[in-house]
Antibody, heavy 121, light 113 residues
Framework: QVQLVQSGAEVKKPGASVKVSCKASGYTFTSYGISWVRQAPGQGLEWMGW????????NYAQKLQGRVTMTTDTSTSTAYMELRSLRSDDTAVYYCARVTYYDFWSGPDYWGQGTLVTVSS | DVVMTQSPLSLPVTLGQPASISCRSSQSLVYSDGNTYLNWFQQRPGQSPRRLIY???NRDSGVPDRFSGSGSGTDFTLKISRVEAEDVGVYYCMQGTHWPPFTFGPGTKVDIK
């Protein structure tokens, strides 16, 4: 069965960086992409960006350009999301989610369990 | 970016009764390939989101048939024919037609009266 297992919760100081991992299993990793979505406490869902696990192509949300980097390691079927220059309003649960290539615009079909990132001095 | 709105934002329902959530987009969601990429997600309390419906009316595998989606252009609806206790949570519509970015509605919280 398809599983996306994310790394554990993180506490960071303002200005620091965080790198969240997402290990995929149960499918051919390079045949799908990974989207990252975050959810601030008590708030809705915000799309952060996408990476193709096939060729590493990325597309990031405009508001995060310059602060976010998404990568993959095909040898371990793991996707990573690094966010730099953290601010308090980056405090959120970060989700990775699988997207298909052939029906990309239908959005993610499987989601990870989420990783809470807390930014606090 | 395309703005998604939902109504109501809070929906108390009686078990066994129907429920309906409206979603509207600031632009038509008809894509150049003829498809309409309006999708619905459910987020139960303390859980990750789960896709329920894609391309307006297609149920994902394992989604009960009491869930149905309809609509066209800019106006869409998610209906639950008979609400069960496990349906409590927040429901989000999301457009993919005008990616990037994917944009979500603000969410509709469904709970039991």
């Amino acid at each position: 069965q398809v599983q996306l297992v994310q790394s554990g919760a993180e506490v960071k100081k303002p200005g620091a960086s965080v790198k969240v991992s997402c290990k995929a299993s149960g499918y051919t990793f390079t045949s799908y992409g990974i989207s990252w979505v975050r959810q601030a406490p008590g708030q809705g869902l915000e799309w952060m960006g996408w990476i193709s696990a096939y060729n590493g192509n990325t597309n990031y949300a405009q508001k995060l350009q310059g602060r976010v980097t998404m990568t993959t390691d095909t040898s371990t079927s793991t996707a990573y999301m690094e966010l730099r220059s953290l601010r308090s309003d980056d405090t959120a649960v970060y989700y990775c989610a699988r997207v298909t290539y052939y029906d990309f615009w239908s959005g993610p079909d499987y989601w990870g369990q989420g990783t809470l990132v807390t930014v606090s001095s | 970016d395309v703005v998604m709105t939902q109504s109501p934002l809070s929906l108390p329902v009686t078990l066994g009764q129907p429920a309906s959530i409206s979603c509207r987009s600031s632009q038509s969601l008809v894509y150049s390939d003829g498809n309409t990429y309006l999708n619905w997600f459910q987020q139960r309390p303390g859980q990750s989101p789960r896709r329920l419906i894609y391309k307006v009316s297609n149920r994902d595998s394992g989604v009960p048939d009491r869930f149905s989606g309809s609509g066209s252009g800019t106006d869409f609806t998610l209906k639950i024919s008979r609400v069960e206790a496990e349906d409590v949570g927040v429901y989000y519509c999301m457009q993919g037609t005008h990616w990037p970015p994917f944009t979500f509605g603000p969410g509709t919280k469904v709970d039991i009266k």
